[in-house]
């Protein structure tokens, strides 16, 4: 019954900016680390941004660095992905998970996970 459930995406023009959410439920998020990873269509899943338990730290892939922000709130069982500048190249299905470990950027290190939420940015 521990789900996240992702929202905000959307069809976006590139140069626009789109507010991704994640709320978790089910148990207290507070000490896991929580992360966005992308996939796009024929493509592998994609790390994007992952922040610390009690959102003291962050770290994001190059690809989206000095454009997204990722925070989480004070209850710690939601996150936020503001996205800025966006191009077609992020188009994709984002994903939300959860993971015990700090910071990691490996897919496989995540226990929960999202059921993506589609953002599409056009030419």
């Known amino acids: 019954q521990v789900r996240l459930v992702e929202s905000g995406g959307g069809l976006v023009q590139a140069g626009g900016s789109l507010r991704l959410s994640c709320a978790g439920s089910g148990r207290s998020f507070v000490t896991y680390t929580m992360a966005w990873f992308r996939q796009a269509p024929g493509k592998e899943r994609e790390f994007v941004s992952a922040?610390?338990?009690?959102?003291?730290?962050?770290i994001y892939a190059d690809s989206v660095k000095g454009r997204f922000t990722i925070s989480r709130d004070r209850a710690g069982n939601t996150a936020y992905l503001e996205m800025n500048n966006l191009n077609p190249e992020a188009t994709a299905v984002y994903y939300c998970?959860?993971?015990?470990?700090?910071?990691?950027?490996?897919?496989?290190?995540?226990?929960?996970w999202g059921r993506g939420t589609q953002v599409t940015v056009s030419a």
């Open positions: 922040i610390s338990r009690y959102g003291g730290s962050a």
């Open positions: 998970a959860a993971a015990e470990r700090v910071l990691p950027n490996d897919a496989g290190r995540y226990e929960y």
